[in-house]
């Protein structure tokens, strides 16, 4: 089955930095790569997903990026805030959405 | 719409005791899934289903039991508790369509300690 690898475990920025989380996975299959934010006590929401005919995606301060031949997919922030501070979580699925396979998590902290 | 719920919101069972997990969904999503998640591990697919009468293993199945009897409902089984299944439970629920997003909407999440 699919295997999702998930770095850094935690990252500390100043607010108005950037984060980059990266995540890599197994299944040369997998087509559907969501990234998910998980606020203390909260459910986890999708922030951005990408699919694999697709290289790069943005949204507002926050992207995505995919490089198929290396099998991994990075989620970028920019001008982090501290309402940025979560945990987030990146996922792979070679099919449906309700079978992802997710990363550990990234706890991102940014400080004042 | 309610979206996804789940109920209760925490648990406490002795080791040994079973009991169900309730999710429920209002949006007519196909498809619905159990995830535990657990400090440093992330979330770990147990049971899924693609639509009623259809249910399939995750990653983490044994000692749970679902059915799908409904589109809107998709109870989560513990049949004897063990304190291995002290846990936050995420249901989810999402469409089948290929032609949009993919979104997968997470219930607010169940508290369940064993002792």
């Known amino acids: 089955g699919e295997n999702v690898e998930q770095h850094p475990s935690t990252l500390s920025v100043q607010e108005g930095d950037s984060a980059v989380i990266k995540c890599t996975y197994s299944d040369s299959a997998s087509n559907y790569f969501p990234w998910y934010k998980q606020e203390l006590g909260k459910r986890p929401q999708l922030i951005i997903d990408?699919?694999?005919?697709?290289g790069e995606k943005k949204d507002q301060r926050i992207a995505v990026t995919l490089n198929k031949t290396a099998k991994h997919f990075s989620l970028h922030i920019t001008e982090t805030q501290p309402e940025d501070s979560a945990v987030y979580f990146c996922?792979?699925?070679?099919?449906?959405?309700?079978?992802?396979?997710f990363g550990t998590g990234t706890r991102l902290q940014v400080t004042l | 719409n309610a979206g996804v719920t789940q109920t209760p919101k925490f648990q406490v069972l002795k080791t040994g005791q079973s009991m169900t997990l309730q999710c429920a969904q209002d949006?007519?999503?196909?498809?619905m899934s159990w995830y535990r998640q657990d400090p440093g591990m992330g979330l770990r697919l147990i049971h899924y289903s693609v639509g009623a009468g259809i249910t399939d293993q995750g990653e983490v199945p044994n000692g749970y039991n679902v059915s799908r009897s409904t589109t809107e409902d998709f109870p989560l089984r513990l049949l004897s508790a063990a304190p291995s299944q002290t846990s936050v439970y995420f249901c989810?629920?999402?469409?089948?369509?290929?032609?949009?997003?993919?979104?997968?909407?997470f219930g607010p999440g169940t508290r369940l300690l064993v002792l």
């Open positions: 989810a629920s999402s469409t089948r369509t290929d032609f949009v997003s993919r979104t997968q909407y």
């Open positions: 990408i699919r694999s005919n697709v």
């Open positions: 996922a792979a699925t070679p099919g449906t959405a309700s079978k992802l396979t």
């Open positions: 949006m007519n999503h196909e498809y």
